[in-house]
């Protein structure tokens, strides 16, 4: 079982510890028990927020049993790191149905089949009982102001324009949590990004305070992207997990278009492969970058283990035919609805416009003039059909689930057209 902080450490995992050879000699007693917890700022997780759930699922994999906390009551106050202003508040019956999504999303990549293997929980379960008094008493009372001025992200706070009791307090709650959850379950393992080092810490301080009891803590790093650009972020926004919100096809391309200076970084965190299979793929990025098996190898077992094999299928279905190598009638709506909401797309009220024009209204071309062009080179295609007239005007029998044109540029250019 202490082979998985090699596994962690070779995957470049592990950022802080309060002791790694204390955890690691825990580790080899038996089994332990470690959580990590969610906030719900938002309704959905991004791929960011799955560093430290896919730590904690390789330590439930290693063995050991895994508590995911969704914070119900945390998610009302905000945590202040990150931030150079006071967080909005969001009404309470927001974040119950935030709660409720993300715990579906976190619970996909745990093993709860027993509770000796993992745990759901909310903070809200012992903290909306718990009074001011017995939380100023019991908790509050162990917290030194000195100490808890010194982080960082309070000291630069306070240096701007400050910060409310409400978000200095988010350190004590979280800190509770930890205490709640060791003597509940037994939790000596907390996780978190490294940002949260402090929060973290300070738990760990607590429950020697109260229990007179070692425990642990474990961060993650927050990953970085070989081109200096947000990991987790595209020209659309953030990738998320929720399918309303990043949908499966883009979820897909988005790993299929990872960049091969990133790609073996980003299989060792978001990929159950071995070493071996993972040191064959980064083998493959090295010799053979044009094929793309490491990017695709990941897109594949990602965009399962979130969406579904069915999905997977649907979106594969969808790249294929976009650029001519399969059916595009094949393809239902909502996964062309989405294709296309990747590409360069043209919204319009009807059809009647030339089809050189709808090239130029996509973006795929210039111009007209540039349209023409492509036509009159024999390099411009209607639903993967070459248009070799300049003056064909698109009609309703050429309409995709009647809504949709595909339009494409050569091999590899592809725009869109929607229509109503």
Same mark, same amino acid.
């Given at each position: 079982?202490?082979?998985?902080?090699?596994?962690? =450490?070779?995957?470049?995992?592990?950022?802080?510890?309060? !002791? /790694?050879?204390?955890?690691?000699?825990? /580790?080899?007693?038996?089994?332990?028990?470690?959580?990590?917890?969610?906030?719900?700022?938002?309704?959905?997780?991004?791929?960011?927020?799955? +560093?430290?759930?896919?730590?904690?699922? @390789?330590? %439930?994999?290693?063995?050991?049993?895994?508590?995911? /906390?969704?914070?119900?009551?945390?998610?009302?106050?905000?945590?202040?790191?990150?931030?150079?202003?006071?967080?909005? *508040?969001?009404?309470?019956? +927001?974040?119950?149905?935030?709660?409720?999504?993300?715990?579906? %999303?976190?619970?996909?990549?745990?093993?709860?089949?027993?509770?000796?293997?993992?745990?759901?929980?909310?903070?809200?379960?012992?903290?909306?009982?718990?009074?001011?008094?017995?939380?100023?008493?019991? +908790?509050?009372?162990?917290?030194?102001?000195?100490?808890?001025?010194?982080?960082?992200?309070? &000291?630069?706070?306070?240096?701007?324009?400050? *910060?409310?009791?409400?978000?200095?307090?988010?350190?004590?709650?979280?800190?509770?949590?930890? /205490?709640?959850?060791? @003597? @509940?379950?037994?939790?000596?393992?907390? *996780? #978190?990004?490294?940002?949260?080092?402090?929060?973290?810490? &300070? #738990?760990?301080?607590?429950?020697?305070?109260?229990?007179? =009891?070692?425990?642990?803590?474990?961060?993650?790093?927050?990953?970085?992207?070989?081109?200096?650009?947000?990991? #987790?972020?595209?020209?659309?926004?953030?990738?998320?997990?929720?399918?309303?919100?990043?949908?499966?096809?883009?979820?897909? %391309?988005?790993?299929?278009?990872?960049?091969?200076?990133?790609?073996?970084?980003?299989?060792?965190?978001?990929?159950?492969?071995?070493?071996?299979?993972?040191?064959?793929?980064?083998?493959?990025?090295?010799?053979?970058?044009?094929?793309?098996? =490491?990017?695709?190898?990941?897109?594949?077992?990602?965009?399962?283990?979130?969406?579904?094999?069915?999905?997977?299928?649907?979106? %594969?279905?969808?790249?294929?035919?976009?650029?001519?190598?399969?059916?595009?009638?094949?393809?239902?709506?909502?996964?062309?609805?989405?294709?296309?909401?990747?590409?360069?797309?043209? &919204?319009?009220?009807?059809?009647? =416009?030339?089809?050189?024009? *709808?090239?130029?209204?996509?973006?795929?071309?210039?111009?007209?003039?540039?349209?023409?062009?492509?036509?009159?080179?024999?390099?411009?295609?209607?639903?993967?059909?070459?248009?070799? !007239?300049?003056?064909?005007?698109?009609?309703?029998? !050429?309409?995709?689930? #009647?809504?949709?044109?595909?339009?494409? @540029?050569?091999?590899?250019?592809?725009?869109?057209?929607?229509?109503?």
């Amino acid at each position: 079982m202490t082979d998985i902080l090699d596994d962690l =450490a070779w995957r470049g995992l592990i950022a802080q510890s309060t !002791d /790694l050879d204390a955890l690691r000699a825990s /580790l080899a007693t038996g089994p332990i028990t470690a959580y990590c917890g969610f906030d719900p700022t938002a309704p959905s997780l991004h791929v960011g927020n799955l +560093v430290p759930l896919f730590t904690l699922a @390789r330590i %439930q994999q290693a063995g050991h049993r895994a508590i995911g /906390l969704v914070g119900g009551a945390t998610g009302l106050i905000g945590d202040p790191g990150g931030r150079s202003t006071e967080r909005a *508040l969001n009404p309470a019956e +927001v974040v119950a149905e935030w709660v409720a999504k993300i715990r579906v %999303q976190v619970e996909r990549f745990l093993d709860l089949s027993d509770e000796a293997r993992g745990v759901m929980v909310s903070n809200l379960d012992w903290t909306a009982e718990l009074s001011a008094i017995d939380f100023l008493r019991d +908790v509050g009372k162990h917290f030194p102001v000195n100490r808890m001025l010194a982080r960082e992200v309070v &000291a630069a706070r306070l240096a701007g324009e400050g *910060l409310s009791y409400t978000e200095f307090s988010y350190q004590l709650l979280q800190s509770n949590d930890y /205490l709640e959850l060791h @003597r @509940r379950f037994g939790c000596t393992l907390q *996780l #978190g990004g490294s940002d949260q080092w402090g929060n973290i810490t &300070a #738990g760990v301080d607590f429950i020697r305070r109260v229990e007179g =009891a070692h425990v642990h803590a474990l961060t993650v790093p927050l990953i970085t992207k070989a081109d200096g650009t947000k990991f #987790g972020k595209t020209a659309g926004g953030a990738v998320w997990l929720n399918p309303e919100m990043t949908s499966p096809y883009a979820f897909y %391309q988005f790993w299929l278009n990872s960049d091969d200076r990133d790609i073996v970084k980003f299989l060792k965190i978001f990929s159950f492969r071995g070493r071996e299979e993972i040191e064959a793929l980064e083998k493959s990025v090295a010799e053979r970058p044009f094929a793309r098996e =490491a990017q695709r190898a990941l897109a594949e077992e990602f965009t399962t283990l979130l969406h579904g094999a069915d999905e997977l299928v649907k979106v %594969q279905a969808a790249s294929k035919a976009l650029f001519g190598q399969g059916s595009l009638e094949d393809l239902d709506a909502a996964t062309l609805g989405s294709a296309l909401a990747e590409v360069p797309k043209a &919204a319009v009220p009807a059809l009647g =416009a030339p089809f050189v024009d *709808l090239l130029a209204e996509s973006g795929l071309v210039e111009s007209k003039s540039a349209a023409r062009r492509a036509v009159k080179e024999g390099g411009a295609y209607l639903n993967n059909v070459k248009i070799t !007239d300049e003056a064909y005007v698109p009609e309703d029998k !050429d309409l995709l689930r #009647g809504r949709f044109l595909v339009l494409r @540029r050569g091999k590899k250019s592809i725009g869109g057209v929607e229509v109503g």
